[in-house]
């Protein structure tokens, strides 16, 4: 049973792997750039939800009902002013800026918050659970997390499917020049993007945050795991992000089975098998539903 367990821990990670990757994997799929500034902007999300608790005494998830918005404006106003500049760079710009942006970042936090640990705190919904089996177990809060990654998901492939805006978005993501021709503002389309890979990044960060401690420096290892989530799963594909960060989940979750110190390890054993076997992932697509 002990097995069992590990397995279904590991999927409800992954669903939390996954929330954390889909803004990642949305802007490749549009802008076909990797945000290295997508894993501390998730902490300045945990962040913003820590001080409106301190300064408000807002719960986390109602805290999310200003961190989302505010974080989807920085996203626009970010891709406006500064990304769509370094778009026109060429391929290497937007990884210069946006790593040029997760050191700022990291070092505004350092020295607003110090390099103390933090924790959001969920009340009793961060311990309790329900137990199915002898040696098996399923969390309320790691539920919930996996959860909303699956409804993150799925609500990010509808609107590209259903909406003109995510039409439009699916259109200059294959090809820009047609899209311009046909009346497509790519610019408008690609701020839009990144306000919405912002906002989910948002409800990422204040799950990661009350799921465990996290610092400045917590950015790093975050994006660690978006990016091999969303490339085990296939670079653009949105569902594929789903079944990446529950394959790497399921793999550290057995790994620390075996032993607690080999969990990390596992997961980066099988990203680098992935890549050995199906450079493109397992799901490689476009920006999809």
């Known amino acids: 049973m002990s097995w069992v367990n590990a397995v279904v821990q590991g999927v409800l990670l ?3 792997y996954a929330l954390v990757a889909a803004g990642l994997s949305l802007v490749f799929g549009v802008m076909r750039i990797v945000n ?10 945990a962040y913003g939800a820590l001080v409106l608790g301190r300064a408000l005494g ?12 505010a ?3 920085i996203g626009y106003l970010l891709q406006r002013g500064l990304l769509d500049r370094a778009l026109r760079g060429g391929e290497l710009a937007p990884l ?12 505004v936090l350092l020295e607003a918050f110090s390099a103390d640990n933090q924790r959001l705190s969920v009340g009793a919904l961060g311990t309790s ?3 199915i089996a002898d040696g098996l177990s399923i969390g309320w809060f790691p539920l919930l997390a996996a959860l909303t990654g699956v409804a993150v998901i799925a609500g990010l492939g509808r609107f ?13 993501s294959d090809d820009p020049e047609a899209a311009r021709l046909m009346g497509v503002d790519d610019r408008r389309i690609y701020a839009v993007a990144t306000a919405l890979a912002l906002a989910t990044v948002a409800v990422a960060g204040v799950f990661l945050g009350a799921r465990s401690t996290f610092d400045p420096a917590a950015g790093a290892t975050t994006l660690i795991f978006a990016f091999e989530a969303v490339v085990i799963g296939g670079l653009g594909s949105l569902w594929g992000t789903l079944a990446g960060g529950i394959v790497l989940g399921v793999a550290q979750g057995l790994g620390a089975a075996v032993d607690p110190a080999y969990g990390v390890l596992a997961g980066h054993l099988v990203f680098l098998a992935v890549l050995a076997v199906k450079p493109r992932g397992l799901f490689p697509s476009a920006v999809t539903a």
């Open 58 to 69: 807002l719960h986390p998830f109602l805290a999310l009902l200003l961190v989302v918005p």
């Open 96 to 107: 210069l800026v946006t790593f040029g942006l997760a050191i700022v970042l990291q070092n």
């Open 14 to 16: 992954g669903g939390l």
């Open 36 to 45: 290295l500034a997508h894993g501390v902007l998730a902490v300045v999300a």
């Open 160 to 172: 590209l499917a259903r909406t003109r805006t995510g039409r439009a978005m699916r259109a200059a």
């Open 129 to 131: 659970g329900v137990r």
């Open 71 to 73: 974080m989807a404006a």
